[in-house]
Nanobody, 116 residues
Framework: QVQLVESGGGLVQAGGSLRLSCAAS????????MGWYRQALGEQRELVAV???????NYADSVKGRFTISRDNVKNTVYMQMNSLKPEDTAVYFC??????????WGQGTQVTVSS
């Protein structure tokens, strides 16, 4: 089993910044891809950004140039720096990890609210 614990969500004004963190713990050989997804009220969950062990990244078009994903393979932690936040970024943000054996895990989610 793998546990993912997220932190860093909150309420911020439009144009502000937040930094999300997600630490993985438990029994696994290796974490391959880590990433962030979000789900706004009444919407489907969508990919925000992912990063692999070689630091190759992929971003949703809506966050390119504003969000930056990074990871620390020693600490098994993924981060996402979110700048120039917009009200449409308001959502619950979920951490995701794919570990060896292609097992997929999710965090409990952290709320990000951007006021206009």
């Amino acid at each position: 089993q793998v546990q993912l614990v997220e932190s860093g969500g909150g309420l911020v004004q439009a144009g502000g910044s937040l930094r999300l963190s997600c630490a993985a713990s438990g029994r696994f050989f290796r974490i391959n891809t880590m990433g962030w997804y979000r789900q706004a009220l009444g919407e489907q969950r969508e990919l925000v950004a992912v990063i692999d062990r070689d630091d190759r990244t992929n971003y949703a078009d809506s966050v390119k140039g504003r969000f930056t994903i990074s990871r620390d393979n020693v600490k098994n932690t993924v981060y996402m720096q979110m700048n120039s936040l917009k009200p449409e970024d308001t959502a619950v943000y979920f951490c995701n990890a794919v570990v060896s054996g292609n097992f997929n895990y999710w965090g409990q989610g952290t709320q990000v609210t951007v006021s206009s």
